[in-house]
């Protein structure tokens, strides 16, 4: 039963909370010990409040879940492992940390909140409408990334607010086409009006646009980072591979960590931003 309830919570998609660490480190705050704790505090919260939405979305999908080829097995609720009322009395714990979460760091909840409330628009509404649906995942990501410049009280740049809004219509676009490869129309209401050429080209869009932002961000911003670049194109290459060659991408997070190319490349492109931007923080 613990296991089940801890699945329910999705620890492993707390991985997408790391957008919110990345004020951080392109401030070149993170040889600041304060800043680091402010930082890993709204990664918390944040991780926190996608369990929540996780949860109020497991809930509302119970029925179309259980027609997913995957989705029946591996979800609690779907499969009958959790029950509904014991969802909820995880829900209703983890709003009481999130309550308690505004006396420690008010203004990056008060973000939670815009993020709860668009979730919940996306779980009962949005989801259901083309287009908006993907541009409603990627603005849960620049919030993610809103509430990490807020935590250390940095101005949320112009060039990572365009860059993040892309990187994630690129995932978004490709967790649209994924579910439409495994489960056609079936699986959610939503794919009816979606067609494999359509969001491959909203993937290819939004994949260029990324790499053009991100590369002109450092070159204009941070010049010592152009080094970073071919990591972000190897990324870019290799995500499309494993969606293509090998059936990912439904999910970025499982994508991520199943590949080890991907989690070497995204660490080896950490270091060297940390690397590079070292001078700028002490």
């Not at 909820?88 to 760091?105: D, W």
């Not at 909840?109 to 628009?121: G, R, S």
């Not at 997070?253 to 190319?261: F, N, R, S, V």
Request: with cysteine; hydrophobic share 55%.
């Amino acid at each position: 039963m613990l296991s089940d309830l801890i699945t329910l919570l999705r620890p492993k998609h707390w991985v997408k909370n790391g957008f919110v660490i990345a004020p951080l480190i392109f401030a070149g705050q993170f040889t600041s010990n304060a800043a680091i704790v402010e930082i890993l505090i709204a990664f918390i919260l944040f991780s926190i409040a996608a369990s929540a939405v996780y949860i109020v979305n497991d809930i509302r999908d119970i029925e179309s879940d259980r027609r997913h080829p995957a989705k029946a097995k591996k979800r609690p609720l779907a499969s009958g492992r959790v029950e509904i009322p014991q969802a909820l009395a995880l829900l209703v714990l983890l709003y009481g940390m999130i309550a308690i979460g505004y006396f420690i760091q008010p203004q990056v909840v008060e973000v939670i909140v815009a993020y709860l409330l668009l979730n919940y628009a996306y779980s009962y509404f949005l989801k259901h409408q083309p287009v908006l649906d993907i541009f409603t995942i990627a603005i849960g990501f620049v919030l993610r990334v809103y509430a990490g410049a807020v935590a250390i009280d940095v101005p949320l740049s112009s060039w990572m607010f365009i860059t993040t809004m892309m990187l994630a219509l690129f995932l978004g676009s490709i967790k649209r086409r994924q579910e439409l490869v495994s489960s056609g129309d079936e699986g959610r209401e939503v794919l009816n009006q979606y067609t494999l050429p359509m969001v491959d080209k909203y993937a290819e869009m939004s994949a260029i646009g990324s790499l053009i932002f991100y590369s002109l961000f450092v070159m204009s911003a941070r010049p010592e980072m152009v080094v970073t670049i071919p990591f972000v194109i190897f990324g870019l290459f290799r995500y499309w591979f494993i969606v293509e060659s090998e059936g990912e991408g439904e999910s970025p997070t499982e994508a991520l960590l199943k590949d080890p190319q991907m989690m070497i490349n995204m660490l080896i492109w950490i270091g060297v931003c940390i690397w590079q931007l070292w001078p700028a923080a002490v």
